[in-house]
């Protein structure tokens, strides 16, 4: 905090490291609060480092995409594929014959993979056991607190069509 | 007699412990601003990765104030801390 510090009669050493022991119960406090302020910056820090990832990540634009042919996913199956961008990894699952989800495969806690529980018919999250209903994404167990986005599909002709994302569940 | 009473408080509670004793408040206020501001960076980065930034401004700004505030309270403790061992 040489900032700070006025043109001292004392040399720095002596009041960092005091020759009498009176005085190191005050150096230790000194150096004990100046170590909580750097954590403190440290923690400032993190926060303007989310800040500017959340402003260098923009706004996502949602393309119309094929996702998949529709026999192409047997029933039951899954599919992964991403949408919108290459770093966004999504889930295709063909619940029936002409039944079809797409949901974010980032689970909203950490942004763990989910991946289908098919016995459970339900979407799970290994890292803290949280699970995701498939019908519409809401939570139903663990410690997310929001739904997975939704992938809006559209069928056209025999394929599937990526359209947008939805964080909304959807009954 | 006040003047008595005056000086034996002052003979109970020298400057150097009253200084030990301001340092140790203002070193508690510290502690408290920055377990909040560790709740506010887990909340902040638990949001952002579910996808939701409409929080991550206010959040960095509140940050800020608690690392002023900080800062603050140990330009106190440097200043009680530099008044009290200079005295003779």
Known sequence: MKLFRPSSREPLWREEISIFSADERYVNRRQFAKFLVL?????????LWILVRSWLAGRPIYPARQVALAGE???GGVKLFRYPGPEDPCILIR???DEYAAYSQKCTHLSCAVYYARQEDRLACPCHEGYFSVRDGRVLQGPPQRPLPRVVLRRRGDTLVAVGMSSHPEA | MDMDRMDRQAS????????LTAIDGALSLIAILLIVQMWLLTA????FLAGHREGVLPAAAVSGLLLLACLGLYLFVEAVDRET????
């Open chain 1, 39 to 47: 954590t403190s910056l440290g923690m400032f820090v993190g926060n």
């Open chain 1, 73 to 75: 996913v047997p029933v």
């Open chain 1, 95 to 97: 619940r029936g014959e």
């Open chain 2, 12 to 19: 109970r509670y020298p400057p150097e412990r009253r200084g």
């Open chain 2, 44 to 47: 902040t980065l638990e949001s």
């Open chain 2, 85 to 88: 061992r200079s005295r003779p």
